[in-house]
């Protein structure tokens, strides 16, 4: 087990690696066109939109007017269905649990088939953690307007919202009484403490007042993985169900912070995919006037941004920025995107346009590879003069236990040489810096896999596993920095023990400060399935900060470390810290945080020894804009580790000290002598 550093010269280091069992702190919860499919099984299923030259629905061709093709190979339907809400009758059935159902309905089951035929299932998301209160009285009036204005028999209506958690408020009904009933019980403060936060930079920002702008950046990518992770969560929740569905997601915008938010974004998509779901984005915010000098409720702008122009221009690059997101999910899962409009009922004619009437093709592929390639659909009609939109392709399924090693092989690099990530698998990975000496890091980083998603098979008395991890560091020439290569195995005495728990993959980099992109792959060989995440990171150059601090890394085990004499900065002491890479805790436990401060100010005051130092730390913990809990204050006066000029601090919080709920934790340092302070903060969840 080598870390190969060869390519650019750096002496190959052994991999330090731990398979730890953590609590399970997963949080548990594009173009414009009318169709789209899934697999079920060996079915798949096609939704075919026929019209006329004038644009209207063709409601009479039979099945053997349609012609299906595969890699242009003619494939037999066995299933066919015409899909018309314009017939159902008013007196319908009015209720289905089709969310809050504990099992599945079976898709062949008559009952439920009867039921769903001819309907129209529409899901309204409501993301009041992206909302201000004015645009969540926006969005709730406009959903009233559309069941007191457009609702028709066909439809049937569900209300999903994502404040502090997900909620489905109401389950599929056509009872206008009770879905105005639940939209008027709204909250606009439901959510509050989840709005974007700032970069860091003060430039063309609100001069509030304040002595610091925070740098809030990681925080935003938390709340955007959040939201993703909340509509992939409605999209499984509804993969049962055979029929074309549509998700209608209000939202104040959100925002994509470079390629971080990538691997949720594509597991929420391709989640839609398969559960035949449209997500439809409606930017409630509407069309904005941009002012050059600021709103008028908001304090004058800082900087020269406003006399120069660019301040309209950032706060246009922001809005797209915000837009982009929302495109990308409606084009992806064949729904649309609403932006710059103040008519908010658009997106539910546009709803009920793409829905009154399609087809539902279902055949058998006669290729039985299941090598996991892209497969062409082509469907033909033989009727001139028609258009037909359906989907053009789909992944077949691959057979893992069949490839050779060198496929495996093949398939990891090329996973990793993908501009798309793989989400089969989820991973999560964090990554941190410490300095060494004045110009090298140690880099740790952290991969979680919940211990639910990795099968185990038995043998003797033992379950046993094994995972393969392949990752890359590179720089922005796109050089390799460093590179990893692993298989774990795991034997346990019951694979109970790992289900409802995380799996921990740690590892490290030395490297130098500069910019980098990391990405890692991680497949787990009982079924073969795959998962990727891969992020920027910048190791900065601390000779020019006022405060030479590391990162700061959440915990809440600690280890006795494999070897007794080692370069890791985490380990002191005779214990090792495991970082939380989601950073999501129980109340029964213990957070410890860790960072270091380097090279501080001396004390130049007559008496002082020469190694006197002044750093003064703290955490405080907010919730909302309100301070929830502050620990007391720890001063250091003599450099910890010498060797490194550092001042490390480890700190112990019993977490009973917090209710729970999502906080941002602030760590305070302030070095006395130099007059200069740090104020980093993360973002984490305490659970009961």
């Known amino acids: 087990m080598d870390a190969k550093y060869g390519r650019t010269g750096i002496t190959k280091q052994a991999i330090v690696f731990s398979l730890v069992c953590l609590l399970s702190s997963v949080p548990a919860f594009p173009q414009d066109t009318d169709y789209t499919f899934r697999t079920s099984a060996e079915i798949v299923l096609v939704n075919v939109t026929v019209r006329d030259k004038d644009g209207n629905p063709v409601r009479d061709l039979r099945r053997g007017d ?18 018309n809400t314009d017939m159902v009758l008013p007196n319908a059935a009015s209720e289905l649990p089709l969310l809050n159902s504990t099992q599945p309905k079976p898709v062949n089951n008559p009952e439920s088939e009867s039921a769903l035929k001819n309907r129209r299932l529409i899901v309204l998301f409501f993301d009041l953690s992206s909302m201000q209160p004015d645009e969540i009285e926006r969005a709730v009036f406009a959903a009233v307007s559309y069941t007191d204005k457009q609702m028709t028999p066909a439809d049937l209506v569900s209300i999903v919202s994502l ?9 599929f009904t056509s009872d206008r009484a009770q879905l105005k009933k639940m939209l008027q019980s709204f909250s606009a403060g439901s959510a509050e403490g989840f709005n974007t936060g700032s970069t860091g930079s003060t430039e063309g920002t609100a001069d509030t007042g304040q002595s610091f702008t925070a740098d809030e950046t990681e925080f935003n990518i938390f709340n955007t993985d959040r939201r993703l992770e909340a509509l992939r969560s409605v999209a499984d929740k509804l993969a049962h169900v055979d029929e074309k569905k549509s998700l209608i997601y209000f939202s104040g915008g959100m925002d994509r912070t470079g390629i971080e938010n990538q691997s949720q974004l594509r597991a929420a998509t391709n989640a839609a995919v398969r559960a035949n779901l449209a997500i439809y984005t409606m930017d409630i915010r509407g069309l ?8 008028a409720q908001n304090a004058s702008l800082r900087g020269t941004s406003p006399y120069s122009g660019k301040s309209v221009s950032g706060a246009f690059d922001t809005n797209a920025s915000t837009q982009e997101t929302l495109v990308t999910l409606a084009g992806d899962t064949g729904g649309r995107a609403y932006l710059d409009s103040n008519d908010f009922g658009k997106v539910f004619a546009g709803v009920q346009q793409d829905t009154s009437v399609y087809y539902l093709l279902g055949y058998h592929s006669t290729n039985p590879a299941r090598d996991g390639r892209y497969r062409k659909i082509t469907v033909r009609v033989n009727r001139p003069g028609v258009k037909l939109d359906f989907r053009r392709g789909y992944y077949a399924p691959a057979d893992f236990q069949h490839s050779t090693h060198e496929d495996r092989e093949r398939q990891l690099e090329e996973e990793l040489q993908s501009d798309l990530p793989s989400t089969d698998l989820q991973v999560y990975l964090g990554v941190s810096y410490f300095r060494i000496s004045n110009n090298k890091f140690y880099v740790p980083v952290s991969l979680v896999v919940p211990g639910s998603q990795i099968p185990f098979t038995r043998n003797s008395d033992q379950d046993r596993a094994t995972i393969d991890v392949l990752g890359v560091v590179t720089d922005p020439d796109k050089r390799p920095a460093g590179e990893v290569r692993d298989t774990v195995k795991l034997a346990i005495n019951t694979s109970e023990l790992v289900q409802s728990k995380n799996v921990q993959y740690d590892n490290r980099f030395e490297l130098t400060p500069g910019k980098y992109h990391l990405k890692f792959v991680i497949r787990e060989n009982q079924t073969g399935r795959i998962g990727s995440f891969e992020t920027d990171f910048t190791i900065p150059d601390l000779k020019s900060v006022p405060v030479k601090m590391s990162s700061v890394v959440l ?13 890791n900065p985490l380990s002191r002491d005779g214990s090792e810290i495991i970082p939380s890479v989601t950073h999501v805790f129980k109340a029964n436990q213990h957070l410890y945080l860790y960072y ?5 100010a001396r004390i130049t005051a007559s008496g002082a020894a020469q190694q006197d130092i002044h750093l003064i730390t703290n955490v405080a913990f907010f919730r909302g804009k309100s301070k929830a809990y502050e620990t007391p204050l720890v001063i250091s006066h003599q450099l910890n580790a010498p060797d490194r000029h550092a001042s490390v601090f480890q700190l112990d919080v019993p977490l009973s000290q917090l209710k729970p709920g999502f906080y941002t934790c602030q760590v305070n340092v302030i070095d006395d002598a130099a007059g200069q302070f740090r104020f980093p903060r993360l973002a984490m969840l305490v659970r009961p």
């Open 66 to 83: 349609f012609t299906v093709l595969e890699d242009n190979k003619a494939q037999q339907v066995l299933s066919f269905d015409l899909e």
């Open 163 to 171: 404040g502090n958690q997900l909620t489905i408020n109401q389950d």
């Open 288 to 295: 904005q006037a941009v002012v050059p000098g600021g709103e």
């Open 555 to 567: 915990a809440n085990q600690l280890r006795t470390p494999s070897r007794k004499k080692t370069d």
């Open 596 to 600: 270091e401060v380097y090279d501080p």
